[in-house]
């Protein structure tokens, strides 16, 4: 819960010194508390009150990264329930589960699968962030084989070390300790030897417990033997579970300030069936998990799951856009029609999708305006005569098509006649307002 | 610290809606907290998936969900009787594309005819959509409202262009109705209280707020719909109160990655299964976010949103 002006003030030196740049203890305290200053800014803070405004002060939910380097994958540090309020910060990772009772050959394979996951979708890399390597061998050496096959053939994936057996979660983290792996995880019994392997070796530690009440109790002791990155594995394992056990932490953490549920929390998703499977991943993805486990990672369950991820974390304030460019649908020729739009994303899915529908080659323009739809665009002068002119002139568009035609959206009719005295030697036409008439527009032209 | 379950009650509730005649009758919403969080509130009615079929031939839809009613697809009648007998289907959505002025322009006449036979052959609850054409619409729904009377039907989708004469005919004929509006809160709201002001029971009413494909805005449904939801509930808004539809098939099933061939983006996977997953993860998005009501297209799809309620509830 964070502290009132007033909380502040009473830890402060209260000695109106001015070094902070305010005028008054009390003034710096009400400008802390609305988060507008750091404490440091004091130069005679006490320890004690670095300590509790610092507590006070953290994240309801830690944040911290799922493995090391470039392709790590932040976790936690989410402030809201519900995405329209403000964005969800980090998209959760998605992993696959590889048994060390396969061989040597089938985990290398597996893992060269997880390496070679990576897709574009509307401008972003996504892949498969991490590969948990379960221990099902009861051979220790055979897992700490495993893990290294794993961490070898996918030299970008987080390392999760599923497995309860403290001497085997031990060898696995020496063997790729530069990983940084995740132990997964501690249980009640467990926890001072997992927590001292997870503090030796500086790797973050999931405590495992069934329930949320033993959960809350088991991070209190891991916290207690000194691991400060936890992540939660409530034993959810169906899809109810899953929705009201990360709902309860989430909003535990974030309405009651509970600390000992203020982590990131992982989900295992394993199902007979593929698509069962990624139809309860959704449900973790767009219901607060951090780490989904997978068994199987086909690509068009790839696709679909990084899309859906992708859909569940896009700023909700920032309307989604694509590239400005030229687009060709279904193969135009230099006879097919030219039409033009704004680059708002669902503008443009929306319009593309009507071109395709009306199986008419063409090509349509997709002007950066910001992320605006037409009318919009248009109305905050980012869809003006001039504009579209230097941008269809610059495209260099005309060299490809044989009649110099440009349809522009019904909405802004009214730019027609300007943009024909600016684009030289072109016709302006006036095509259908809404997109769902531009099938029979097409097929009529 | 000792850990208390956080629960958050709800002076709202989702209002039930019923539809369909006697003991195939269904009802949908009733609710009185978000979706599936039984630990804090009831969810009487599950999530009612309705397989869509049209009055003609489907020659629009992709190959790959075409195929599966190749056999029945020809006639609205044994496609209805094909979802009711071989694939367990709980409800039936007609929509009427024939009846578009671009697909055919059937008469309102041809489209009653067809829904007396779909009604004759069936005894789950039906569906009627009209093809979406504000004016055609119009025309259709009125008189679908006639042929279907007695049969408490859902009928849709009313818009802001069109709502007074489809509100009169459901209201005459005692279905539920559809409220469509597009992917926006207020508008909504407001389609909701111009409906209740001609006398339309507030109770008899299904909110579309429009849906979209997973990678194509589904975002924008998915938020508009837990903000309709939220209202609903926490806020007690009654004019947020009617189950949510998520017209999920025809959304999906136009998108690239549903149509695409493996031969032409082999990073995608198998088109088969990738057309049926898309579907899947848009619907249970969907439901999580507070849809009462989907109309889907492929069986396998079907199932494993089925599934994945079965877990949920």
């Not at chain 1, 019904?410 to 016709?427: F, M, P, R, Y």
Request: net charge negative.
């Amino acid at each position: 819960m964070a502290l009132t002006g007033v909380q502040i003030f009473k830890l402060l030196p209260k000695t109106n010194c001015k070094k902070c740049g305010f005028p008054t203890c009390l003034a710096f305290a009400m400008k802390l508390a609305q988060g507008g200053v750091e404490l440091s800014a004091c130069p005679d803070v006490s320890d004690e009150a670095v300590k509790t405004l610092g507590e006070a002060s953290a994240p309801p939910i830690r944040s911290f990264a799922l493995g090391v380097g470039d392709k790590a994958v932040k976790m936690g540090g989410e402030n809201v329930m519900f995405r329209h309020d403000k964005k969800f910060i980090n998209p959760c990772a998605l992993a696959v589960n590889i048994a060390d009772t396969l061989s040597d050959d089938d985990i290398a394979a597996k893992a060269t699968e997880v390496a070679h996951s990576e897709m574009d979708r509307v401008g972003q890399h996504l892949r498969i962030d991490a590969i948990s390597v379960e221990y099902a061998s009861g051979d220790v050496s055979k897992y700490e084989g495993a893990v290294k096959i794993a961490a070898e053939k996918a030299p970008d994936a987080a390392i999760i070390l599923n497995c309860s057996d403290a001497a085997a979660a031990e060898a696995a983290v020496k063997a790729i300790a530069d990983r940084k792996p995740l132990i997964c995880g501690a249980n009640d019994a467990t926890a001072e030897a997992m927590a001292a392997i997870a503090k030796a070796n500086s790797v973050p530690l999931v405590a495992s417990a069934d329930g949320l009440e033993a959960l809350s109790a088991l991070t209190e002791k891991i916290k207690g033997l000194g691991v400060e990155n936890i992540v939660l594995d409530s034993g959810a394992k169906t899809a109810k579970d899953i929705i009201e056990h990360n709902t309860q932490i989430r909003r535990s953490a974030l309405k009651k300030s509970f600390k000992p549920l203020g982590y990131p929390i992982i989900n295992f998703v394993i199902r007979d069936d593929s698509i069962l499977e990624a139809s309860i991943a959704s449900v973790a993805i767009a219901k607060y998990s951090s780490i989904v486990v997978l068994s199987s990672i086909e690509k068009w369950k790839n696709l679909a799951l990084f899309t859906q991820r992708q859909n569940i974390y896009t700023d909700p304030q920032v309307p989604m856009q694509v590239e400005q460019k030229i687009y060709e649908i279904t193969d135009p020729t230099a006879d097919s029609p030219l039409m033009i739009t704004t680059n708002f994303s669902l503008t443009y899915f929306i319009v593309s999708g009507e071109i395709e529908n009306s199986k008419v080659p063409s090509r349509l323009a997709v002007m950066d305006c910001e992320g605006l739809s037409v009318l919009t665009a248009w109305a905050a002068g980012k869809f003006t005569a001039a504009k579209i002119a230097n941008f269809i002139t610059e495209s260099g568009v005309g060299d490809q098509i044989s009649k110099k035609e440009l349809i522009l959206p019904g909405q802004v009719a009214i730019l027609s006649g300007a943009l024909e005295d600016k684009l030289e030697g072109w016709k302006i036409t006036v095509g259908p307002r809404e997109a769902n008439a531009i099938p029979t527009y097409l097929k009529s032209r | 610290m000792s850990y208390v379950v956080p629960k958050e009650t709800c002076n709202g509730k989702v209002l039930s809606v019923d539809f369909g005649t006697g003991d195939k009758a269904l009802a949908i919403g009733g609710e009185n907290t978000m979706p599936f969080l039984s630990f804090e509130g009831e969810q009487p009615n599950r999530p009612v998936i309705a397989y869509e079929i049209q009055d003609c031939p489907p020659d629009d839809w992709p190959d790959t969900v075409k195929e599966v009613y190749k056999d029945v697809s020809g006639d609205p009648v044994s496609w209805a009787k094909h979802c009711q007998d071989k694939l367990g289907a709980k409800a039936i959505a007609l929509r009427l594309v024939s009846t578009h002025p671009d697909r055919g322009d059937k008469s309102a006449e041809d489209a009653s005819k067809t829904i007396k036979d779909v009604l004759a052959a069936i005894n789950i609850p039906l569906i009627i959509l009209g093809s979406n054409n504000i004016e055609k619409d119009s025309a259709v729904l009125v008189a679908a409202a006639e042929a279907a009377s007695g049969n408490n039907c859902i009928i849709g989708k009313a818009q802001e262009g069109n709502y007074k004469t489809i509100v009169a005919a459901a209201l005459a004929h005692n279905h539920k109705l559809i409220a469509m509006s597009e992917l926006d809160i207020n508008l909504a709201k407001q389609l909701n209280i111009l409906i209740t002001q001609m006398g339309f029971d507030k109770e008899k009413l299904i909110t579309d707020p429009m849906c979209s494909g997973l990678g194509y805005g589904l975002e924008y449904t998915y938020s508009v719909m837990e903000r309709i939801r939220l209202a609903g509930l926490m806020q007690n808004d009654a004019t947020m109160q009617p189950p949510i539809l998520g017209d999920v098939g025809m959304y999906v099933w136009k998108v690239k990655e549903v149509v695409a061939p493996e031969s032409d983006v082999p990073e995608w996977g198998a088109l088969e299964e990738r057309g049926i997953i898309w579907e899947t993860v848009t619907a249970t998005s969907l439901i999580l976010a507070g849809a009462n009501l989907l109309i889907m297209r492929h069986p396998q799809a079907v199932d494993h949103v089925e599934k994945s309620i079965d877990e949920l509830k």
